[in-house]
Nanobody, 122 residues
Framework: VQLQASGGGLVQPGASLRLSCAAS????????ISWFRQAPGKEREGVSC???????YYTDSVKGRFTISRDNAKNEVYLQMNSLKPEDTAVYYC?????????????????WGKGTLVTVSS
């Protein structure tokens, strides 16, 4: 099982980025995928998750700005991030649990991808 996050970068406040999580080694359509982020000096926090049947959940700080989606045919999950704020600056990780239900509990994640850095700064 492998997960690889990509798409990070340096953007100005108010800009958009789309992160991708490429999955391999398992059948994506039967699993939920979660996005976490870790800002400097802070604990890793759950951002969003999407279940195997496309139920979506967002943490309050990103509701209305971030959209999670999945393309099972491409084995990819996406996190569209709009109206980015400096406080969104973090390393973003995608992770997988053992089943299809949406989950943002750090301890329940079975597999983690390497993160991608998002920096929002003017």
């Amino acid at each position: 099982v492998q997960l690889q996050a990509s798409g990070g970068g340096l953007v100005q406040p108010g800009a958009s980025l789309r992160l991708s999580c490429a999955a391999s080694g398992f059948t994506l359509d039967t699993y939920a995928i979660s996005w976490f982020r870790q800002a400097p000096g802070k604990e890793r926090e759950g951002v969003s998750c999407i279940s195997s049947d496309a139920y979506r959940y967002y943490t309050d700080s990103v509701k209305g700005r971030f959209t999670i989606s999945r393309d099972n045919a491409k084995n990819e999950v996406y996190l569209q991030m709009n109206s980015l704020k400096p406080e969104d600056t973090a390393v973003y990780y995608c992770a997988r649990v053992g089943g299809g239900l949406c989950n943002l509990n750090y301890n329940d994640m079975q597999y983690w991808g390497k993160g991608t850095l998002v920096t929002v700064s003017s």
